[in-house]
């Protein structure tokens, strides 16, 4: 999962996306509108955790942006202000979720989770495919029944290619839901991830690359 974090608060801004990271959650961070709208123009994000009392158009009109948009992201949004009406308006604006500050980050990271699980079709809560179970929960791996230890950048991998559920996914869009905007798009960190979860998920293999395409799970 890749999420924008839109907060002009720094020091918590800075804060959730280490605990997002620590959750095998990719985290970029916006401290204004503008930069909230340019992020989500160029980047393909799950979802825009969004602060409504921001510098520069604020957290209402970004979300009222990204809706009439038609960009493909949930928005969460986060606020001060625990008024039945603000959340009402809220909901109005396109926002899918809705917390109130403070919050723990456990239930950030909860609602985060539930977000992505609702596309036009559901998304099961475990993830099953391939003799693989993904539990993004818990963040647990098994093959066969055995447990898989697997590094947090190993299971951001895998759960895009378990969620795809057969297709091909090209190394371009793993980086982009496996990694923040920090990553270098030339480097060789989505091959050497793929050959680690390979080893980790043992033999025979499930993930098999597609020459010239990317890779995809599969048990032939």
Sequence with gaps: MRVLVVEDEVYLAEALRAGLRLEAIAADLAFDGHAALEAVAVNDYDVVVLDRDIPGPNGDEVCRQIVAQGIGCRVLMLTAAGDLDDKVT?????ADDYLTKPFELRELIVRLRALVRRPAAATPTVIEYAGVSLDPFRREVYRGGSYV?????????LEVLMTARG?????????EKAWDENADPFSNAVRITISAVRKRLGDPWVIHTVPGVGYRMGTS
């Design 167 to 175: 297709g091909v996914i090209s190394a371009e869009t793993l980086l």
């Design 149 to 157: 230890k697997l590094t947090r950048k190993q299971f951001a991998v």
């Design 90 to 94: 809220g909901f109005e604006l396109g």
